[in-house]
C-alpha cells in the first residue's frame, strides 16, 4: 500500500472529512467508503441500511462520483460489477433480505473476480431488530467454488475504518469482499475520528501492461490475481459466469476449470494469515477465552472484566473478520486456556469453526442467543460463571 501521492492530495480532502465526529453508524461506513475512493454505488432501499444509501446519495455528488438507485437488490448488484470492470471503486448497502437477493450477481463477481464491497447491515426476519443469523450466508449464499472475504465491525470507528480496510481488500485480491454490520452498530452515534488524508493508507488494483492481443484476464500464478483492463478501453474479453480459459473464452476443460478455481480460491486460502486480523484482550493469563466478533465484543470485554474482579481469569479474541477464518490464532488461543466461550447474536452459527478449528484441544461452549438484541455483559458473565464453578 502508498499514501496518497501529494498531487492528489488536495482532490482527495475533499473525500476525507478530517476531524472528530459524532456520527450514525451507517454514516461513518459512508465516509470510510468515500475515504477509500469509492467512485460508484447502486443500491435498493431497506431498513436498517437505508442511511447508506441516503448519504451516498449526498456525498459521490461532492467528489465526482455516481450514485444510482436501483430498481431493486440484483439490478444494485450486477451494475456494481459492470462499474467495477469498467475500473471502478464500488460498493452497494443492503439487509439480511436484500442480501438474498444478491446471491446471483455476488456469485457473478466471484466468478469474474471483481472488486466490489457489500455491506450488509443484518436483522432479524421481518424486522429492524440486530442479529448474527447470516453468518454462513456471507460465506455459502453463492453457488459455486469460492472463498468469501468478511469483516466484523464492532464499533462507529470501526464502520469507517474497516470499510477502508475492505475496499483495500478487495482491490488487493479482485474479491467481492462484505462489510458485516447489524441494526445496533448501523443506527447508534459514537465519536469518530477520520484522520487527514495523507495519513490513509489506499491499495489499488494491478493494471495490465500487456497489449490487448496478448492479454490473458485470467492469467495469473496458482494464488495470484490477474492484472486489470478496464472496460472500454480496447481490452475485448468475456466476463462470463460459464467456465472460461485463461484468456476469457468459454471453453469446457476439465482441467481449465480446475485450475482457474483452485486459484480463486488459492488467492484467498493461501493468504489468509495476511488477510485476518484479531485482537486480543488480557489472554496472556487467561484460563478462560472468549472468541466473538463484531457488536458482541463490547459485552464481552465488559464480561471479561467484571469476570476478573471475582477471580474467574478471563480473556477475550476478538474477530476482526470471520472469514477466511483465522484459524491460526484460534488454535493458539485454544491451546493456552482451559474452556472458550463463543459469543454470537443467533442460535448458533460460527461456534461450529470455532469448535472444528480447536479440534478438541480444549472444550468449546456456546453462548448464543437470537432476541433481536446483542448480549448483557451480564448475561455472558453468568453462562461463564455457570460453567467454570
Not at 18 to 27: D, I, K, P, S
Not at 108 to 123: H, S
Not at 169 to 194: D, F, G
Not at 281 to 307: F, H, K, N, W
Amino acid at each position: 500500500m502508498a499514501t496518497i501521492r501529494a498531487n492528489q492530495l488536495k482532490a482527495w480532502e475533499k473525500r476525507v472529512d478530517t476531524g472528530v465526529h459524532f456520527m450514525l453508524g451507517n454514516y461513518a461506513l459512508v465516509e470510510g467508503a468515500i475515504s477509500a475512493g469509492c467512485n460508484f454505488f447502486a443500491g435498493y432501499p431497506i431498513t436498517p441500511a437505508n442511511e447508506i444509501s441516503e448519504r451516498m446519495s449526498q456525498r459521490l455528488p461532492q467528489v465526482g462520483g455516481k450514485f444510482v438507485q436501483g430498481e431493486d437488490e440484483l439490478c444494485s448488484i450486477f451494475a456494481l460489477a459492470g462499474a467495477s470492470l469498467a475500473g471502478g471503486k464500488v460498493m452497494t448497502a443492503t439487509a439480511s433480505a436484500g442480501f438474498n437477493y444478491m446471491q446471483e450477481g455476488l456469485g457473478y463477481c466471484y466468478t469474474i473476480e471483481a472488486p466490489v464491497v457489500v455491506a450488509d447491515v443484518m436483522r432479524t426476519r421481518g424486522d429492524n431488530f440486530a442479529t448474527y443469523a447470516d453468518v454462513y450466508q456471507l460465506r455459502y449464499g453463492c453457488s459455486g467454488d469460492y472463498e468469501a472475504i468478511v469483516v466484523c465491525p464492532s464499533s462507529v470507528q470501526e464502520l469507517y475504518d474497516y470499510t477502508i480496510w475492505a475496499f483495500n481488500l478487495a482491490e488487493k485480491y479482485r474479491n467481492p469482499v462484505i462489510v458485516m454490520s447489524e441494526a445496533t452498530i448501523a443506527l447508534m452515534r459514537e465519536r469518530l475520528e477520520i484522520p487527514a488524508a495523507d495519513q490513509i493508507e489506499l491499495f489499488n488494483r494491478a493494471y495490465t501492461s500487456a497489449s490487448p492481443d496478448d492479454y490473458l484476464p485470467f492469467g495469473a500464478p496458482a494464488a495470484g490475481c490477474p492484472d486489470f483492463a478496464p472496460l472500454g478501453k480496447g481490452y475485448h474479453t468475456i466476463y462470463s459466469l460459464n467456465p472460461h480459459n485463461e484468456k476469457g473464452g468459454i471453453d469446457w476443460d476439465p482441467d481449465d476449470f480446475e485450475r482457474l478455481y483452485r486459484r480463486v480460491c488459492g488467492k484467498i486460502r493461501d493468504n489468509a494469515d495476511e488477510i485476518c486480523r484479531t485482537e486480543r484482550y488480557m489472554l496472556d493469563d487467561a484460563d478462560y477465552a472468549i472468541i466473538t466478533y463484531g457488536s458482541e465484543v463490547r459485552p464481552a470485554i465488559e464480561a471479561m472484566q467484571m469476570a476478573r474482579e471475582s477471580g474467574i481469569k478471563v480473556g477475550v479474541l476478538k474477530l476482526c473478520n470471520i472469514w477466511p477464518v483465522p484459524e491460526k490464532i484460534i488454535r493458539e488461543t485454544a491451546v493456552n486456556v482451559s474452556k472458550v466461550f463463543a459469543v454470537e447474536m443467533n442460535m448458533g452459527r460460527y461456534v461450529n469453526e470455532i469448535t472444528r478449528v480447536v479440534n478438541g484441544k480444549c472444550p468449546v461452549v456456546p453462548i448464543t442467543k437470537n432476541r433481536g438484541q446483542i448480549h448483557t455483559s451480564a448475561e455472558i458473565l453468568r453462562e461463564i460463571q455457570e460453567e467454570v464453578k
